[in-house]
């Protein structure tokens, strides 16, 4: 029998042993290593990095119509439909709308 202890990942439920193999280093933790098994942790990270990613995106163009709306002297959504016009935001939306305009 081996005299590794086992540890159980709080998110997978599956004793692992625990070891620098299966779970990350964290020193606070009286076992020095992380709650999470190293295959939990990647796929939590891959996640959040998804959703930051969908978050970024969408921010920055609201950021832009915003930009849009102020140079032009148009509200948002005026922006907005303009812009959906023209398949989104980008130069070429900018030179189409001037030409609304």
Do not use: W
């Not at 990095?49 to 921010?59: G, I, L, T």
């Not at 915003?66 to 023209?86: I, P, Q, V, W």
Request: charged share 40%; glycine share 4%; hydrophobic share 30%.
């Amino acid at each position: 029998m081996s005299d590794i202890p086992l540890k159980r990942c709080n998110d997978c439920r599956k004793d692992k042993p625990a070891i620098r193999e299966f779970f990350h280093k964290q020193k606070m933790n009286e076992d020095g290593l992380t709650k999470l098994c190293k295959a939990c942790m990647k796929e939590r990270n891959t996640y959040k990095a998804k959703k930051f990613r969908k978050y970024r995106v969408y921010h920055k163009e609201r950021a832009e119509l915003k930009l849009l709306g102020t140079y032009f002297g148009l509200d948002e959504n005026d922006a907005l439909s303009m812009c959906s016009r023209h398949h989104g935001i980008d130069k070429d939306c900018l030179v189409a709308v001037k030409q609304d305009l």
